[in-house]
């Protein structure tokens, strides 16, 4: 019955001229994401996109809402522009749908077509009613809507809308290097990141034997839910075992977080300038821990010129995990393998680290040396998304 996929899409429409950009960055996308599944062709009208079926509705459907920039999706049965062919579509489409009342929704792009909108409402709506058992019309608060399309090609009728998951084509607005701990708040970051059109690589500083490879598994598998979202990336590992060894051997405790997190900046500036990356993306939260305040912030940002992206600093700790419980990471993240963040924790950190302190404390360290170690030693691993078609 549903002959194609209607495809909505929000933001790309406001783009002015670089519209085509947007849109056929979409469509590449959303190409991509179908790649396992038959050929199909995709035709671009009106700000949609419709997408041909091969009796695969649910398959195709699955798979693209997993891509950004999608509003929403609606399977849609097709009739000539022919009031009778119109009549028995949307009969079909209403027996598919659930529920006991409905009401009739005209759009007439096609002002060629002999009836108005409200004429053919009222026509369909009669038909359904005598032709349908235990169903009543109710236009103000009904279980599902028929909607109607009249196009010059011909009519598009449905009544399923499937909710997709907004923003924009992975890819728009450039690349942006995201630190991954293995917690449950950077996939989160990463997630919404890709959702504003970045298309990411991930960086994760591993500290074995400190940390278990399980804590490295964990990792690459919270990246392969998040490649489900934009096809395969890259995964850079950062060995970071003696770094934390020289700050806890050379620096004051109540800094060690501070400089950790400086220490890992300078790195993923590196990392972000071989991977051609705009902007750094942390899963900071404002006030979350020690290392979160707006001073410590302050003080963490010095040591690079990329701006660094934090796309929960508002969000409550509640929010995100919401948000992870639904992109598929939160269960990944809370495994019980400990990230190298973790350790070396002292039981009283700077909340108000003061610079000057934390640079004259540094100058113990051979900051550049140990740097220039970790980069030499980087693993760059290429990872695919945990369901086939991306």
């Not at 009208?45 to 419709?50: I, K, L, M, N, S």
């Not at 970051?189 to 964990?218: I, Q, V």
Request: include cysteine; hydrophobic fraction near 40%; glycine fraction near 6%.
């Amino acid at each position: 019955m549903y002959t194609s996929l209607l495809v909505r899409y929000g933001e790309i429409s406001l783009k002015g001229n670089n519209r085509p950009y947007f849109e056929d960055k979409l469509l590449d996308n959303m190409r991509r994401a179908l790649g396992d599944l038959p050929p199909r062709r995709m035709r671009k009208t009106f700000g949609r996109v419709f997408v041909d079926l091969h009796d695969d509705l649910e398959a195709v459907a699955r798979r693209l809402q997993r891509v950004f920039g999608i509003v929403s999706m609606s399977p849609v049965a097709t009739a000539p522009l022919e009031m009778e062919a119109i009549k028995k579509a949307a009969l079909a489409v209403l027996k598919d749908s659930p529920g006991t009342t409905f009401k009739v929704q005209t759009q007439r792009p096609n002002k060629r077509f002999p009836l108005a909108s409200p004429e053919v409402n009222r026509q369909l709506g009669a038909y359904l009613l005598t032709h349908s058992q235990g169903q009543k019309v109710d236009v103000h608060h009904p279980d599902r809507i028929i909607h109607v399309e009249i196009r010059d090609e011909g009519a598009y009728i449905y009544s399923r809308i499937i909710p997709g998951p907004g923003g924009l084509p992975v890819g728009v607005t450039g690349r942006g290097l995201l630190l991954i701990s293995g917690g449950i708040d950077s996939p989160v970051a990463g997630y919404m990141g890709m959702k504003r059109g970045l298309e990411l690589t991930a960086l994760h500083f591993h500290s074995f034997p400190f940390t278990s490879e399980r804590s490295k598994e964990k990792v690459i598998d919270l990246c392969r839910v998040l490649a489900g979202y934009s096809g395969p990336f890259r995964l850079v590992v950062a060995p970071f075992t003696n770094i934390q060894k020289a700050i806890r051997q050379h620096c004051p405790e109540e800094f060690y977080v501070t400089i950790m997190r400086r220490i890992m900046f300078r790195i993923a500036g590196a990392v972000a300038a071989k991977e051609e990356a705009l902007a750094i993306l942390t899963g900071e939260s404002l006030g979350q821990v020690a290392s979160q305040t707006l001073q410590s912030m302050a003080v963490i940002n010095k040591v690079v010129d990329l701006p660094v992206l934090r796309p929960l600093v508002a969000w409550d700790k509640s929010e995100i995990i919401e948000v992870a419980r639904r992109i598929g990471t939160y269960d990944i993240s809370i495994r019980p393998y400990e990230d190298c963040c973790t350790l070396f924790v002292p039981k009283h950190p700077a909340t108000k680290p003061p610079l000057a302190r934390v640079e004259a404390a540094e100058r113990n360290l051979a900051v550049a040396e140990l740097v220039e170690e970790c980069l030499a030693s980087l693993e760059i691993l290429t990872v695919e998304p945990e369901d086939t078609g991306l």
